[in-house]
């Protein structure tokens, strides 16, 4: 015949007890079920149930070869266990977050520095889609995979551009990856032919990269009104930068439907047809005036 038990609660914790003598019982299975969580623990020497507050937990001995099923619901409240108790355990983990920051400190300048703060005015017009600069001298490391790191910004404010998506090709086999909340990437170090893209940003295209990356993309609206100065400049260089759509279409400059289009599209924030900035410039850029 089998017995009874019972879950018998004290202020030093919670105890599976026989229902009879009011004994702990040892190493018997007790399942606990937080809302949709449910867990299987062991009782202990001393009959103890090891819980995990706080919350309304459902306690159930599902029974055994010597005892019937039992259960009980109880409450364990916010910091009941280690309430007016000094851990020793906490002071070296708060210790030892302590000496990571410590640690992590000087790299975290250093990528403040290379990065700089958020531009708050509209770079040159002459600022370059793409920059090259030296790769950051680094302690040789093993498993250090080698490759190309960059990041990807925004041209007109210099903010960081996430969720952009870089196709390329390794060895003629296509890869893809995409920036980090930071507008940081990787690439492999045998990456070549890479496109940058994100809807709403003029794609940029590096053939073969080379030391650490800075990538610039404009939108839309922005390519558009760089294009009409670069056909104000190349009609006229000295007041190229002073004039709106509006002033272009005013001073004759040709071909008048184009700007028309591009104070559409840079005004309007109409959407351009897939490659239609692109052959725009094709068609009036001097390929010297190409951005990089």
């Given at each position: 015949m089998k017995g009874r038990c019972r879950i018998h609660r004290v202020k030093d914790g919670i105890f599976l007890v026989d229902a009879a003598n009011q004994r702990p019982v040892a190493a018997l299975d007790m399942?606990?079920?937080?809302?949709?969580?449910?867990?299987?623990?062991?009782?202990?020497?001393?009959?103890?149930?090891?819980?995990n507050g706080p919350g309304l937990l459902?306690?159930?001995?599902?029974?055994?070869?010597?005892?019937?099923?039992?259960?009980?619901v109880t409450m364990i409240p916010a910091a009941r266990a280690h309430q007016n108790r000094f851990s020793w355990k906490w002071l070296g983990l708060v210790a030892g977050l302590g000496l990571i920051l410590i640690a992590l400190f000087p790299v975290a300048r250093t990528r403040w520095r290379r990065f700089?703060?958020?531009?708050?005015?509209?770079?040159?017009?002459?600022?370059?889609?793409?920059?090259?600069?030296?790769?950051?001298?680094?302690t040789f490391v093993p498993w250090r995979k080698a490759g190309f790191h960059g990041q990807v910004q925004v041209w007109e404010s210099g903010l960081p551009l996430a969720g952009v998506e870089i196709r390329y090709l390794e060895h003629s086999v296509p890869g893809r990856t995409e920036t980090d909340g930071e507008g940081r990437f990787f690439?492999?170090?045998t990456a070549v032919e890479i496109a940058f893209g994100r809807d709403g940003y003029h794609p940029v295209r590096v053939p073969r990269p080379?030391?650490?990356?800075?990538?610039?993309?404009?939108?839309?609206?922005?390519?558009?009104?760089?294009?009409?100065?670069?056909?104000?400049?190349?009609?006229?260089?000295?007041?190229?930068?002073?004039?709106?759509?509006?002033?272009?279409?005013?001073?004759?400059?040709?071909?008048?439907?184009?700007?028309?289009?591009?104070?559409?599209?840079?005004?309007a924030r109409e959407t351009p047809e897939p490659g239609e900035i692109e052959r725009m410039e094709a068609a009036l850029t001097p390929e010297s005036e190409e951005p990089t």
């Open positions: 399942e606990i079920r937080d809302g949709d969580r449910l867990w299987r623990v062991t009782t202990a020497a001393d009959g103890r149930i090891p819980v459902g306690l159930t001995h599902p029974g055994s070869e010597f005892y019937e099923p039992c259960g009980a700089g703060k958020a531009k708050k005015e509209e770079p040159p017009e002459e600022a370059p889609e793409v920059e090259f600069n030296p790769p950051a001298s680094r690439l492999p170090s080379r030391g650490q990356i800075l990538v610039r993309m404009m939108s839309l609206p922005v390519r558009a009104l760089w294009l009409l100065r670069q056909i104000c400049r190349n009609y006229d260089r000295q007041r190229y930068a002073k004039l709106s759509p509006r002033q272009a279409l005013s001073a004759r400059i040709p071909p008048p439907e184009v700007i028309g289009r591009l104070e559409r599209l840079a005004y």
